[in-house]
């Protein structure tokens, strides 16, 4: 084995991790973790002896890496100084009965503590050398809020003055990134006196540190902290240790265990691929936009949707050979309505109704991203074809829903071609292509997405938007492919009226809540919609005053924006103009966009207008309704 090829083994602290003591262990067992850390806290709360749980922990295959956190120790007064150490004899005991050589002291953070480095190194020596008279180790770690030591410079420093073979240093990337302090000189520490390793990514976010540390750490790959550059310097230092999340979060505090776990193991697999360990990962494929959406549909939603369809232009371009499965085409979009029995479109229109249930990506290599998934422990499907029939590979998202991927066949067939009987082609209206795919996500998911599309896809991950629906805020974050050819806004509301916490309930799960449509002449495209009566939403001429006031545009601009009930925004790089359908059965909707010069975004400053319209709208139906 060349030293590339080195895996690190892989801990999770249970404090990352929903229940008790015993739940933890056995969700992180389950998934594959080697080891795990020991929260002080886990233990205290559990009603049997830490022998318990060395046991539990030994049946299970579970290390117990470390026990922490030992807090407040060092450089205290005298009179609290001999108290600590009778304290840490405590801790050895527990130590020694769980099974576990080595605890984790974190720098004080009590205002009494006293600021000398000569102390604290003292302390420390003599802690370790306690520790080391019963076979045990101690590590030091800087809190990023410590009282007086809070950088992984100074908290070696101190241990290399208590010199000490028992002493070492601890470092968690967290208190190292968050206070934005350079990791590289980690590099030069030796590998053998760096005793443990924490992981540990966060949001970018303004607020004080403990806080922050305290609720939104979560998975690296998940947030926004350069964890892969800390951990090239600490891995460049020759440390093969353990590699151990340390995640407290409130949305992990409450998701099932396992599968955060799973979440975690697939972050760490990810993280030591990256910094070029463990058994290597195939690359991204390169995309080249979406290749088709495929929606679940019985009998009834199939007449409706395809009404909807072609009143915005699409055509039915084709019929599946051996299936119940239609195709609607425009440009380079294809709509797939599936009413299969006994598929997975079938399975997914009895779990959720008329919906999304599958989005094809068009890729260079599906073998290498499949592969690539499976490796980042995410399932794949391969569903049964008919002769002769294009088998297309798949990977299933965190919600369970299908993600496609085609590439290009030898034949130089499409897999329309291959697998469909094409009918001839009529008038358009001007939709060009997918421009976006939004999903709403049920609350506390956003993160489990997020690693998905960039472990996976290696996708990058865009500003989040807090977008005002009129019954509560609603997040939004896109996730594009490096070429951008795939968009995909991704939405999250905690209330549960919002147009995004309606769609997650009526839908039973995560889903995609609007297609947008891209077009080039979007004043022709909306003339013809117009023309075929599709179900537009109105602006509310309000929208039109502000929008004046806001960016100064001309009379003759605004009344054409006016007249064809477009939304309009602007930045640096270019202009965007919008439109949005009505609703299909409370479900989802369509959007229809032309981005102008190098506009990137999603017209996020046009969202609450939507929301409020199509509130209002809802409301009028569910009146109408009532009274009929
Ligand atoms: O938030 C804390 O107190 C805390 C304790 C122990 C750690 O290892 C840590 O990173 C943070
Ligand atoms: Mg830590």
Redesign the pocket.
């Known amino acids: 084995m060349t030293e590339q090829h080195f895996s690190f083994a892989k801990s999770i602290a249970t404090v990352s991790l929903s229940g008790t003591l015993p739940e933890k262990l056995e969700a992180a067992a389950a998934v594959g973790f080697d080891g795990v850390e020991i929260f002080e806290n886990d233990l205290l709360t559990y009603d049997g002896s830490p022998a318990d749980i060395r046991r539990i922990a030994e049946g299970l295959g579970l290390a117990i890496t470390i026990f ?2 030992f ?1 407040d120790f060092e450089a205290m007064p005298e009179n609290i100084r001999v108290r600590n150490l009778d304290r840490a004899e405590r801790k050895f005991d527990i130590m020694q009965a769980l099974g576990t050589d080595l605890v ?1 002291v ?1 720098s004080n953070v009590q205002p009494s503590a006293i600021d000398d480095d000569i102390r604290a190194a003292a302390d420390l020596a003599e802690m370790a050398e306690r520790a080391s008279r019963r076979g045990l180790r101690v590590g030091y ?1 800087a ?1 990023a809020w410590g009282r007086h030591v809070n950088t992984w410079k100074h908290a070696w420093d101190i241990v290399q003055k208590a010199d000490h073979p028992a002493l070492g240093l ?1 470092v ?1 990337s ?2 190292t990134l968050s206070i934005n302090d350079d990791p590289a000189g980690i590099a030069d520490v030796p590998g053998d006196r760096i005793f443990f390793v ?1 992981l540990a990514d966060a949001p970018l976010m303004k607020m004080d540190v ?1 806080s922050w ?2 609720h939104f750490r979560n998975f690296p790959g998940q947030g926004e902290l350069p964890v892969d550059d800390f951990l090239r310097a600490v891995l460049a230092s020759g440390y093969r240790g353990p590699l151990s999340l ?1 995640i ?1 979060n409130d949305d992990f505090r409450t998701a099932p265990a396992r599968q955060t776990a799973r979440d975690g193991l697939r972050s760490l697999i990810l993280s030591e691929a990256k910094a070029g360990y463990g058994k290597g990962l195939p690359e991204p494929p390169a995309f080249d936009g979406f290749e088709f959406l495929e929606f679940a549909v019985d009998e009834q939603a199939k007449e409706d949707l395809a009404a909807f369809l072609g009143s915005l232009g699409f055509r039915h371009a084709g019929r599946h050979r051996s299936k119940s499965v239609e195709l609607y085409r425009q440009g380079r979009v294809n709509l797939v309505l599936n009413s299969e029995p006994d598929s997975a479109a079938s399975e997914h229109f009895q779990m959720h109704g008329p919906s999304v249930c599958a989005m094809a990506l068009r890729v260079d290599d599906a073998d290498k991203a499949v592969d690539r998934a499976e490796a980042l422990l995410y399932g794949t499907w391969r569903e049964r074809i008919g002769e002769g029939e294009r088998r297309i590979q798949s990977v299933r998202a965190p919600d369970g829903t299908l993600v496609y991927l085609v590439q290009p066949d030898q034949s130089g067939h499409s897999i329309w071609e291959d697998d469909f009987t094409l009918f001839p082609e009529t008038e358009e209206s001007g939709l060009t292509c997918i421009d976006h795919v939004a999903q709403a996500l049920p609350f506390g998911r956003m993160d489990s997405f997020i690693l998905f599309y960039r472990g996976v896809f290696g996708f990058v991950l865009e500003q989040l938007w807090e977008l005002p629906d009129p019954y509560g805020l609603i997040q939004s974050r896109a996730i594009v492919s490096p070429d951008r050819s795939v968009r995909l806004p991704l939405n999250f509301s905690e209330s549960r009226k919002t147009a995004t916490g309606r769609f997650v309930s009526a839908t039973a799960g995560a889903g995609v809540h609007h297609i947008a449509f891209a077009t080039d002449t979007i004043e022709k495209t909306l003339t013809s919609l117009t023309k075929a009566d599709a179900p537009m939403l109105p602006v509310p001429a309000n929208y039109y005053d502000d929008l004046a006031a806001r960016l100064g545009l001309d009379d003759d601009v605004l009344s054409d924006l006016q007249r064809f009930g477009l939304l309009f925004d602007r930045d640096d790089q270019g202009e965007f103009s919008h439109a949005y359908t009505e609703t299909f059965e409370e479900r989802f909707f369509f959007e229809i966009v032309q981005r102008r010069g190098g506009y990137q975004q999603f017209g996020a400053v046009n969202a609450a207008v939507r929301m409020a319209m199509q509130t209002r709208l809802r409301e009028q139906t569910q009146i109408e309704d009532f009274l009929s």
Do not use: A, N, T, V
Request: glycine content about 0%; overall charge negative; aromatic content about 12%.
């Open positions: 922490q956190p807090r984790l974190c770690e809190l601890i968690d967290f208190h924490q403990l540390s305290r340390e407290f």
